[in-house]
């Protein structure tokens, strides 16, 4: 087990890989977000922040996200596939992109037992009153509880593809589909991670699903994900959207270089009138994700130094 420049590895854990692997990257308080949400999209089943420097933790303004001044990042990743390859490819495209190369990489291997602790640790759920639940469990059940609220349930477990829909690319879509269920609607997921969009869509009301990711640990993860929420039956899984794969929603939380390269193909699968919900967006970037979707009308709301597009076809 060799690391690349710029990774360390625990010399006493060089020669043994464990279940699960701890990435830390120790980052100033600015990109933190954009780190969380790059460990997520790469595979990363729960991200943790610590304090890097024994720093004072103060009470933040109005609408502001406390954090300390330099922050470790700590994403948990399954040790299979090996993630070193996935990160070291986008070490490469954070570079051409931000124009910095990422902090330096530390992993460490953990046990299986030290790996569920520390899971449990972080897990949240996410609510939206009264419509969704979101619930992260494991063998043991449920982490938390949901509201006795009416509100629909997803049961989401560890060695996940994409993180537990707290990270705000995936809360605004799922804020999204609250908002307006897509009850009886074909609905596709385009980079569904671990498919919790996919998942909240079907809870919801849809009327199938075509989740789609080129990851296979993703598409795994879809798989058990809707088999443990007795939703299998309308979901379909693909590596790659099919020629017939048509729709009344599009999600698609990825990245907006994908989302204004691939405009011109998912909107001609999007029904006359159909919705489309697109994240993954930063806020200098939605003008040009917006034009490249042309055939849409978009509201732009913007979480945690994120955008989500959520729009209509044009008649």
């Known amino acids: 087990m060799r690391p690349w420049p710029g990774w360390t590895i625990d010399d006493r854990d060089a020669e043994t890989l464990l279940d699960w692997l701890r990435v830390q990257l120790e980052a100033p308080a600015p990109v933190v977000a954009r780190i969380e949400a ?6 990363a089943v729960a991200v943790s922040l610590e304090d890097a420097r024994d720093q004072a933790l103060l009470e933040p303004g109005p609408g502001e996200l406390p954090l300390w001044a ?33 902090p330096e990489v530390r992993m460490a291997p953990l046990a299986d037992e030290d790996w569920t602790a520390a899971w449990r640790q972080h897990a949240t759920a996410l609510s939206f ?4 639940h979101l619930l992260p469990c494991d063998e043991h059940g449920p982490v938390g509880r949901a509201p006795e609220d009416g509100g629909a349930r997803v049961l989401l477990a560890p060695g996940l593809a994409f993180g537990t829909g707290s990270h705000p690319t995936t809360r605004g879509c799922l804020a999204a589909l609250a908002a307006a269920p897509p009850t009886g609607q074909d609905v596709i997921d385009f980079g569904s991670g671990s498919g919790i969009l996919a998942l909240a869509a079907l809870v919801l009301g ?7 990711d080129h990851d ?14 007795g939703v299998a039956d309308r979901l379909v899984v693909r590596d ?33 009138g159909g919705r489309a919900v ?6 200098d970037q939605a003008a040009d994700v917006a034009a490249a979707w042309d055939r849409f009308e978009f509201e732009t709301l913007i979480d945690d130094g994120w955008v989500c597009l959520r729009g209509h076809a044009r008649t």
């Open 206 to 212: 849809a009327g199938r699903v075509v989740a789609v």
């Open 278 to 283: 697109l994240s993954g967006i930063l806020p």
């Open 38 to 43: 790059l460990l997520e999209t790469l595979g």
């Open 216 to 229: 296979p640990q993703a598409l795994a993860a879809t798989r058990d994900n809707a088999e443990r929420n």
């Open 129 to 132: 009153p009264g419509v969704l």
């Open 70 to 102: 330099d922050v470790v990042v700590s994403g948990l990743f399954p040790a299979e596939p090996d993630p070193r390859a996935r990160i070291e490819a986008a070490a490469d495209h954070w570079r051409e992109a931000t124009g910095f190369a990422l």
């Open 240 to 272: 790659s959207l099919a020629p017939e794969d048509r729709c009344s929603l599009m999600l698609a939380n990825v990245l907006a270089r994908p989302l204004i390269e691939l405009a011109p193909d998912l909107q001609r699968r999007i029904a006359p």
